[in-house]
């Protein structure tokens, strides 16, 4: 059986603090690669969602955001990778995935989960 990952998914390579347009995905994953950092540094995302890809973003309350519930305060090590999973269901169609950090970091973002998917 042939498996339709490429064609369920959508990465946007340093897809944060931008507008992504969500249509048709249900999840998502910010995915970092810490590459300069004190250890014991501090990461934090934010979510947030809006109507409009230039509108007024505001806050995502959704305590579920997170599989594990709502987004915490993480403290990063030199070379750790993350991958912070996200439920986009009650979110708005455009959504921006801040993070905060003194630390250097690559981010990608990949939408998953599609509402419909090939059979």
């Given at each position: 059986m042939k498996r339709e990952l490429y064609s369920n998914t959508k990465v946007i390579p340093g897809g944060t603090?931008?507008?992504i347009d969500r249509s048709g995905f249900l999840s998502a994953i910010v995915a970092a690669s810490v590459t300069d950092v004190t250890d014991g540094t501090e990461l934090e995302f934010t979510v947030t969602?809006?109507?409009t890809e230039d509108g007024?973003?505001?806050a995502v309350e959704d305590s579920h955001i997170n599989i594990d519930g709502p987004l915490k305060?993480?403290?990063i090590a030199k070379d750790e990778l993350i991958n912070v999973e996200l439920d986009l269901?009650?979110?708005k169609q455009f959504i921006k995935?801040?993070?905060t950090t003194a630390a250097t970091v690559v981010y990608a973002v990949v939408l998953g989960d599609p509402a419909h998917a090939p059979v």
């Open positions: 603090a931008v507008a969602h809006c109507d007024t973003f505001e305060k993480m403290t269901l009650g979110c995935i801040t993070p």
